[in-house]
């Protein structure tokens, strides 16, 4: 699976969209971008995932690059409970475990 | 839907001692189960993947030996850490994948299981 490149913190106003950037120039052109987050001692959750073609779901927009060779995961209005640990996960469809990197920690303040 | 447990949360035991903790796809079949570590400020590591009925599929420096994992069935999977040291102690998380009614690649994530030893 690609590698993937994120910031290591982000801050963000509650309230305000959060926007996480992923690099994964690498990228083939079998392989998905997934989110996932992870709260502070509690197992990761889904957010979303994509292949070329930006996504929105209930909890978050995906937009990916023309080139996929970026995306951005969009938190349209942040809440406290929205701090977490984010992490960009690329992975052929048909894959089986998410090699986690280091993710981005996102503070979410009042 | 697509709910994984563990049991218990967290577990405190004394060194040299053997702590078992289960993992639950709770309103679906998995085939395939995975268990991850994770240490204290660093992300989820792999340790081992399973599928139901067949032997375990360890990472590279994951002792087998050490870190016994049995899939009994499609909505069972425990992870038996061995003779436990305080570096074992971690948070495990299993996550489950597979099988009908839910996205055949998708994993569901467990809450985790904190494990110190003292």
């Known amino acids: 699976d690609a590698k993937t490149t994120q910031p290591p913190s982000m801050d963000c106003a509650e309230g305000r969209a959060a926007n996480l950037p992923c690099n994964h120039s690498?990228?083939?052109?079998?392989?998905?971008v997934y989110w996932y987050r992870q709260i502070h001692s509690q197992g990761p959750q889904y957010i979303i995932h994509?292949?070329?073609n930006n996504e929105t779901n209930e909890m978050a927009s995906l937009i990916i690059t023309e080139d996929r060779k970026s995306s951005t995961l969009i938190l349209p209005h942040a809440t406290l409970r929205d701090t977490a640990v984010y992490y960009c996960?690329?992975?052929?469809?048909?894959?089986?475990?998410?090699?986690f990197g280091k993710g981005t920690s996102l503070l979410v303040t009042p | 839907g697509a709910v994984v447990s563990q049991h218990p949360s967290r577990v405190i035991c004394k060194s040299g001692t053997s702590v078992k903790i289960e993992c639950r796809s709770l309103d679906f079949q998995a085939t395939t189960m995975f268990w991850y570590r994770q240490f204290p400020k660093q992300s989820l590591m792999l340790m081992a993947t399973s599928n139901e009925g067949s032997k375990a599929t360890y990472e590279q420096g994951v002792e087998k030996d050490k870190f016994l994992i049995n899939h009994a069935s499609l909505t069972l999977s425990t992870l038996t850490v061995t003779s436990a040291h305080p570096e074992d102690s971690s948070f495990y998380i299993c996550s489950a994948m597979g099988g009908t009614g839910v996205p055949y690649n998708e994993q569901f994530f467990g809450p985790g299981t904190r494990l110190t030893v003292l």
């Open positions: 690498t990228i083939s052109g079998n392989e998905y």
């Open positions: 994509g292949l070329k």
């Open positions: 996960i690329v992975r052929v469809d048909s894959g089986y475990a998410l090699n």
